[in-house]
């Protein structure tokens, strides 16, 4: 999770691109001071009766970054380091991400300050509720859609969504994403992110030439991203020879034994305290591959490392892994980036399937999402890679300028700015 000080520089790095991405695509002064920050930004305290009888009182947040394309959406995380900068951040992110996949939404992102590995499951139902209860007046299925993030899950919409639809009993089954399937969940959102990643990775492969059965792979953190990643990868026939966790990695040249490492791993994608011969995690990104995937936290590849990463292309699962620095050092070493706001983007695509699912009432099959998924993945890929080539910017300006261009597009329409 983001510090407090990383988290304003995660902000300013990001109204950093989006400057540039606005003014590459000809928006003025106007424009960026609309965008670089969310237009709507609420702080809520929950009060909470906890199972000892004493009331504590929590700090959520809610972005809503932009609302000219459509609703917002975003998910909601449960930390005890989330802090306001962080959240507008990832909010301005989402925007991106839907921008780049033509979804119908702006951004949003969503968090509360507390620490779930602490609390019991009655405690957490009470804040889901609790939250909801606070925000319900300013979210919606027409209006701002939340998610699962970091620490929340299936059971904690569950609980959100049914708190929502006791407080607006006609507007619910589209309110929240990441649903359980018996409520309304979408086939496929749970794989959702590491499926998008491996398509990325497949198109990476292609624009460099290199067949999936040559590659070797690189995947630091083994969680929901990384560790159905690895499956994905091992079984379309790739070599995962290098995987990590928080508590350090593990490299083999030939090739790691993904389907023993998935079969013990925890529940918290912890898996390499189990073996003796282990590195650590800085030492693993510089180990020799063809594709590394971040897929675990912010700031891992830096200007200090950078310049001893041997990848030939970088896939960004994890959400700002990627320093501005270490993205120029890169991509003057050649080294493809395919960025964060495109790589990571499945899992909203898949949210954006199910709310389109609850609203038609009709359901699909999991071959359906995934065939859909593809589609928009690849898309957005050959939109910014072709931009990245036309413009003669870098992917990470380029899936920027991509994003934000529908929404600036949107604002100017609608005669805001
Ligand atoms: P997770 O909590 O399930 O797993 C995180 C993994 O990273 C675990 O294996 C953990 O041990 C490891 N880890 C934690 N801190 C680490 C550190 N300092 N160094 C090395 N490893 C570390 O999380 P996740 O859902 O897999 O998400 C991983 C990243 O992908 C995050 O940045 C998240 O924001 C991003 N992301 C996830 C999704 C999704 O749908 N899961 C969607 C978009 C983006």
């Known amino acids: 999770m983001i510090a407090e000080h990383e988290a304003v520089d995660v902000l300013k790095s990001t109204q950093v691109v989006i400057e540039q991405a606005l003014r590459k695509l000809g928006y003025g002064d106007e424009m960026i001071e ?20 004493e009331t504590q009182v929590f700090t959520g947040f809610r972005a809503q970054h932009n609302d000219a ?38 951004g949003g992102k969503g968090g509360i300050i507390c620490d779930p590995r602490g609390m019991s499951f009655r405690e957490l139902e009470r804040l889901s509720r609790g939250y909801v209860r606070a925000i319900s007046q300013l979210v919606g299925p027409t209006k701002d859609i939340p998610a699962p993030d970091v620490m929340t899950n299936s059971q904690i919409m569950a609980w959100m969504l049914d708190e929502y639809s006791r407080i607006r009993e006609f507007d619910s089954p589209g309110f929240i994403t990441g649903k359980p399937l018996v409520l309304g969940g979408s086939r496929g959102r749970e794989t959702a992110t590491a499926r998008g990643v491996a ?38 026939g790739a070599s995962v020879v290098g995987i990590s966790d928080v508590h350090g990695a593990l490299y083999n040249e030939e090739g790691l034994d993904i389907e023993h490492l998935l079969d013990r791993r925890d529940s918290f994608g912890a898996v390499t305290n189990l073996f003796t011969s282990t590195i650590s995690n800085a030492e693993l990104l510089e180990k020799p591959c063809d594709v590394l995937v971040p897929a675990a936290t912010q700031n891992q590849i830096t200007a200090e490392n950078a310049p001893r990463i041997q990848a030939g292309i970088v896939v960004e699962a994890a959400n700002g892994p990627t320093t501005l620095e270490a993205t120029e050092i890169l991509t003057k070493r050649g080294v493809l980036i395919v960025p ?28 359906e999402v995934d065939h859909k998924l593809r589609e928009m993945m690849i898309a957005g890929y050959q939109q910014v890679y072709e931009l990245h080539l036309s413009r003669a910017v870098d992917m990470r300006l380029a899936a920027y300028m991509t994003g934000v261009r529908r929404l600036a597009e949107a604002v100017r329409y609608r005669g805001w700015v």
């Open 69 to 106: 394309v459509g609703p917002t959406k975003g998910g909601v995380r449960f930390h005890p380091e989330v802090n306001a900068d962080e959240v507008k951040a990832l909010s301005i992110w989402m925007s991106l991400k839907c921008g780049i996949a033509d979804l119908p939404y702006g």
């Open 199 to 236: 398509i990325m990775i497949h198109e990476a492969l292609r624009t460099r030439g290199v067949a999936l059965h040559d590659a070797r792979v690189i995947i630091q953190g083994f969680g929901n991203a990384g560790s159905f990643l690895a499956k994905f990868m091992h079984e379309a």
């Open 340 to 367: 964060d706001v495109l790589a990571s983007s499945g899992g909203v695509i898949v949210s954006y399937f199910e709310w389109v699912q609850n609203n038609q009432g009709y359901y699909w099959s999991e071959a």
């Open 34 to 53: 609309l965008l670089k920050e969310p237009m709507r930004m609420m702080t809520v305290r929950i009060p909470i009766r906890m199972d000892s009888g």
